[in-house]
C-alpha cells in the first residue's frame, strides 16, 4: 500500500490544522493505520492509532483531549484533527499503516510495514 499525508503548515499556538493521509489500494480496511511525528533531533514517536473498523482509537498521553484520529474507509483515508496546538507539537508527521500489528506493539515504528512521506507542522508561540 502507498500512503499519500498532507495538510501540514504553519499555525499559531491554539490554532488547528487537519492532516489527511490517502492510502492506495482495495485493502485499507484491512490495516490499522497511525500517526508518527518526529521533531528535529528526536526520534520518531507515536502520536495515534485507529482500529481497522475505526471503533478504537490510541493515543500519546500528551495529545489526548486534543487530538482526535478517524479514518473513512470509503475514502482510503485516515484523518488526525489536531486542536489546541502547542510549540511542542512541532515535527514532521507520518502517517503509517499495518496489516498484522497488535494493541502492545502499536506504539513501536519497527512495526510498521508502510510509511507515508511526512508533512511539516509547525506551530509558533
Known amino acids: 500500500v502507498q500512503l499519500q499525508a498532507s495538510g501540514g503548515g504553519l499555525v499559531q499556538a491554539g490554532g488547528s490544522l487537519r492532516l489527511s493521509c490517502v492510502a492506495s489500494?482495495?485493502?485499507?480496511?484491512?490495516?490499522?493505520m497511525a500517526w508518527f511525528r518526529q521533531a528535529p533531533g528526536k526520534e520518531r514517536e507515536f502520536v495515534a492509532a485507529v482500529s481497522r473498523g475505526g471503533g478504537s482509537t490510541y493515543y500519546l498521553d500528551s495529545v489526548k483531549g486534543r487530538f482526535t484520529i478517524s479514518r473513512d474507509n470509503a475514502k482510503n483515508t485516515v484523518y488526525l484533527q489536531m486542536n489546541s496546538l502547542k510549540p511542542e507539537d512541532t515535527a514532521v508527521y507520518y502517517c503509517?499503516?499495518?496489516?498484522?500489528?497488535?494493541?502492545?506493539?502499536?506504539?513501536?515504528?519497527?512495526?510498521?510495514?508502510?510509511w507515508g512521506q511526512g508533512t511539516l507542522v509547525t506551530v509558533s508561540s
Open positions: 489500494g482495495r485493502t485499507f480496511s484491512s490495516y490499522v
Open positions: 503509517a499503516a499495518d496489516r498484522g500489528i497488535i494493541v502492545s506493539s502499536m506504539g513501536n515504528p519497527d512495526h510498521y510495514d508502510y
